[in-house]
């Protein structure tokens, strides 16, 4: 990229707010999902919400496509760099603002890592709720980017549920601040669109985010099965008889074997077919009552063995084996293909069964870990990239498990959003006036399309709307500038 912009940009953020360099534009490429992988030209590290829209006013001037990017966990392709755009980076910008411990919120910016907000906040006996898998490393813009999901989720709710207030820089470097909490918003709730808008509304600098009270206690247990079928019908069972567990997680067979063997290792059997791990937190009553509930269905559903977990430390290892089971898929293949729908909770053990014939007759290894309480499947196939066939089966494999949960009254995503990889698939649970509306949004926040551009929204819908709301005699005009 050349140019006086450049250098303006240069000025504006220092060394250490621009990458240039080739060598060190290699993280970038990609999110999680490297098939679909760029390397950017130019990416921008801005440090506060000023410097965010200075940047964006000059890339508005030079009309600049823009690609919002956190910590590039993301398992969609929304972060993947665009033709002759930047890549705006917030990683530098993960303060804690404040904690309000009285009315239980924090303000924060969106660089900030997902867990580090518990972290700051625990001497309060607080702690943020959502918790997706790679909590470890994701940052709470890009959790609201996705409105991302988490096992303990199944109780607390999406990270919409827990948004209060943003601070977001628009396409032309304009700041829209929507911060101040409100028991009831005024107007459009501007907030709760923007949440899971994958970055094509602008830039959240700033979050106010609900803070919840760590409950008096916390059991942790595990209930081990000779069958898959067998562990997806006590989900079903314990919801019916109105247990109420904050998180209901199961690993399967070959996923227990995977964390088994790597640094996750968290005392799951080997010799199990599946394994369901439940938190059950609230008062010490509540708690033992609805431990004996789940315990109960479980053994009428053929459990082999339950347990629970004796300390604080052996909780903990019990769920770093759940969150570690992405990394530990690398001791099957080298890349790992994460696939993120959802279905009703009566059509768990249905859906289950047709990913492992899916993947069975395209000779390909899956591995199932899905949030259960929400219908939440992520079945994982392992494969690798350097073999095109291979690829070719996964793709194949990912689009009729999509199709499937759409058929049995489900979604495209629970938690990953749509990106680049389900993009096509929107088509096919969508009509073209319902994609059309969402062309029509999008264009309120950003009339020029260039912020993520290419993402989320097939792009024959919104070239189409476009053309629908062009006067006949501009039209012409209108094709030529495509």
């Not at 290699?26 to 760029?38: K, N, Q, S, W």
């Not at 999509?402 to 979604?411: D, V, W």
């Not at 629908?468 to 012409?476: G, K, Y």
């Amino acid at each position: 990229m050349q140019g006086a912009w450049i250098a303006e940009l240069r000025e504006l953020l220092g060394p250490r707010g621009i990458v240039e360099d080739p060598t060190k534009l290699f993280p970038y490429e990609a999110d999680g999902i490297v098939l679909l992988r760029r390397r950017p030209e130019i990416v921008l590290l801005p440090r506060t919400t000023e410097e965010v829209s200075r940047v964006l006013r000059i890339l508005h001037r030079e009309r600049v496509p823009v690609v919002a990017r956190g910590a590039g966990t993301g398992l969609s392709g929304g972060a993947t760099p665009v033709d002759g755009g930047v890549v705006l980076s917030l990683a530098r910008m993960r303060d804690v603002l404040a904690i309000d411990t009285v009315d239980r919120v924090a303000r924060v910016q969106a660089g900030l890592v997902n867990v580090d907000l518990s972290l700051a906040c625990a001497k309060h006996s607080l702690f943020y709720a959502p918790d997706p898998s790679s909590q470890q490393a994701c940052t709470l813009g890009g959790n609201v980017a996705e409105n991302s999901g988490g096992p303990h989720c199944f109780r607390y709710g999406n990270t919409t549920q827990h948004v209060l207030g943003l601070v977001i820089v628009l396409e032309d470097g304009t700041v829209l601040d929507l911060s101040e909490p409100r028991v009831d918003p005024l107007g459009f709730d501007l907030i709760g669109l923007f949440v899971g808008s994958e970055g094509m509304f602008g830039v959240a600098t700033e979050l106010v985010l609900k803070l919840m009270p760590k409950p008096e206690t916390t059991e942790t247990l595990l209930a081990i099965f000779e069958s898959l079928d067998a562990a997806c019908d006590a989900v079903s069972d314990l919801i019916r008889a109105r247990h109420e567990p904050s998180a209901i997680e199961i690993l399967d067979k070959l996923t227990i074997e995977a964390v088994e063997a790597s640094v996750y290792a968290a005392g799951y059997p080997r010799t199990a077919e599946a394994v369901l791990l439940c938190d059950v937190e609230g008062t010490r009553v509540e708690v033992a009552n609805t431990v004996a509930g789940i315990l109960e269905v479980a053994r009428a559903r053929g459990a082999i063995e339950t347990r629970t977990a004796k300390s604080e430390l052996e909780r903990k290892q019990l769920w770093a084996g759940r969150k570690g089971a992405f990394g530990a898929m690398g001791r099957i293949a080298p890349d790992l293909y994460v696939a993120d729908v959802c279905v009703p909770r009566t059509r768990l053990r249905e859906l289950v069964g047709h990913t492992t014939r899916i993947a069975r007759e395209r000779n390909l290894k899956l591995a199932t870990v899905f949030h259960a309480g929400d219908g939440n499947l992520h079945p994982n196939i392992a494969y690798d990239r350097r073999d095109p066939e291979e690829v070719k089966r996964v793709l194949e494999a990912g689009d009729e498990i999509m199709r499937l949960c759409i058929e049995y009254g489900g979604s495209l995503s629970g938690e990953h959003g749509i990106g680049l990889e389900k993009m096509k698939a929107m088509e096919w649970l969508f009509t073209r006036d319902d994609l059309a509306t969402m062309c029509r949004v999008r264009e309120a926040w950003d009339p020029d399309r260039r912020m993520n551009p290419g993402k989320l929204i097939p792009m024959r819908a919104c070239l189409e709307t476009k053309q629908a709301l062009v006067r006949p005699e501009e039209r012409p005009h209108a094709e030529a500038h495509r």
